[in-house]
């Protein structure tokens, strides 16, 4: 496979090749945890213990890394804990990292709560105001310049190519937390970014049934940091969890269409409606990103969010409210999704500068029939 291929083309073919073995066209589950070897040392294909490597792993590392347009993907049980070694493979005590004023707030309370006491220090910044963030680094300091694009829940939109020149001048990494718009609509390392994070658990996997994470780099060097620091952490997905991520990952680009133009559907039902007092979507023209949407992303992804007239109650109501639309944490899977941010996934940014408004719903769109999706959203909003 090479990038000449297309994007679906890679997603089913990419570290897929049918098992020399049996000609199987689906990699093997290779549920083990150590390989014989051709006398000491003498490793087959390089395997030789199922956390520092193992098949089925690798072939779902392969294929991010070919969708990301990146030379090397590793992946972990969870996207923190791929947040994790980035951060413990990167800093040290005593550096710093400018992270966006509304990022995830597990991701948040990683900063926070986990690396400050270990030395590493982090300012908050509006990622989609260069200068806050020129502002925030501090010179041969700062180490990281972290983004989310689309952020999670407030949609905000950051200029990958921008920022990765900002972070480079100050000799910092560009971090872009892909896990929102997924490789089919956006691709960070080609517009400059250094490092790309996912949570695999959302449109990567998505059918809501796998928690995982990945890395992607296009650098040697950086990609050598890494793997050591995957190994000698360990935090590394389970066989049959690599494979449900890359069952998932081969229908990527037919799902994104789906849940594109079923949010797309969404909004405008949303922008209409008298119980609705903002829509938050970079598709929409009066987004603050939107110029920049629509030059670094294909479309404009399946995740919305509103803010409901009537303030917390109101909002919550709704949640309590639909019936397709479950209520319930995380994004990205088959199924549509509703909750309340500020009570449920962004609780831990609670009296922090990343608290989210009270009033505020996030959906993901799922897949279902668009006409369900708005029946169940206007009975909801009454
Ligand atoms: C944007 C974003 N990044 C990272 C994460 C963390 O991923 P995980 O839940 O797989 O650890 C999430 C989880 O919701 C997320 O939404």
Same mark, same amino acid.
């Given at each position: ?12 073919? &990419? ?43 690798? &072939? ?17 049980? *969870? ?23 509304? &990022? ?19 300012? %908050? ?57 997924? %490789? ?23 059918? *809501? ?9 296009? !650098? ?16 590394? %997905?389970? %066989? ?14 037919? #799902?994104?269409? #789906? ?11 949303? *922008? ?15 987004? *603050? ?17 509103? #803010?409901? !007239? ?73």
């Amino acid at each position: 496979m090479t990038q000449s291929h297309g994007f679906e083309t890679l997603a089913i073919h &990419a570290g897929q090749e049918p098992d020399p073995l049996t000609g199987a066209v689906v990699p093997p589950i290779y549920q083990v945890s150590t390989y014989k070897q051709d006398g000491v040392g003498g490793l087959r294909g390089g395997y030789e213990y199922s956390r520092s490597g193992n098949p089925t792993r690798t &072939a779902l590392e392969e294929c991010i890394a070919a969708l990301e347009d990146g030379t090397r993907a590793l992946t972990f049980a *969870s996207g923190l804990a791929a947040e994790d070694c980035l951060l413990r493979s990167l800093c040290a005590p005593g550096d710093h990292a400018v992270i966006p004023d509304d &990022a995830y707030g597990g991701t948040f309370r990683l900063f926070a709560k986990v690396a400050s006491r270990w030395g590493i220090e982090y300012t %908050p910044a509006h990622a989609g105001d260069l200068d806050a963030v020129r502002a925030a680094i501090r010179p041969g300091v700062t180490r990281l310049v972290w983004c989310e694009t689309p952020s999670n829940p407030l949609l905000g939109v950051a200029d990958i190519a921008a920022l990765a020149g900002v972070a480079h001048d100050a000799g910092a990494l560009l971090v872009v937390d892909n896990t929102f718009a997924s %490789p089919y609509l956006q691709q960070p390392l080609t517009l400059g970014a250094d490092v790309v994070v996912h949570s695999t658990t959302k449109y990567m996997g998505g059918h *809501s049934d796998v928690i995982g994470g990945a890395l992607v780099v296009n !650098n040697a060097e950086l990609a050598a940091e890494l793997v050591f620091h995957q190994n000698a952490m360990g935090a590394v %997905p389970a %066989p049959f969890d690599a494979w449900l991520t890359l069952r998932g990952l081969k229908t990527l680009g037919v #799902r994104m269409d #789906r849940h594109c133009a079923n949010a797309e559907r969404i909004v405008d039902l949303l *922008s209409r409606h008298p119980r609705v007092s903002e829509v938050l979507y970079p598709g929409l023209p009066g987004h *603050s990103g939107h110029d920049v949407a629509v030059k670094q992303m294909k479309a404009f992804g399946g995740m919305v969010s509103f #803010r409901v !007239n009537g303030g917390e109650e109101a909002a919550v109501q709704v949640c309590n409210r639909t019936e397709l639309f479950i209520l319930g944490e995380s994004l990205g899977g088959v199924e549509s999704l509703i909750e309340h941010p500020g009570r449920m996934t962004h609780a831990s940014a609670a009296g922090s500068p990343l608290e989210v408004p009270g009033d505020l719903v996030r959906l993901s769109v799922g897949i279902e029939s668009a006409d369900d999706l708005l029946a169940d959203l206007e009975r909801a909003l009454g």
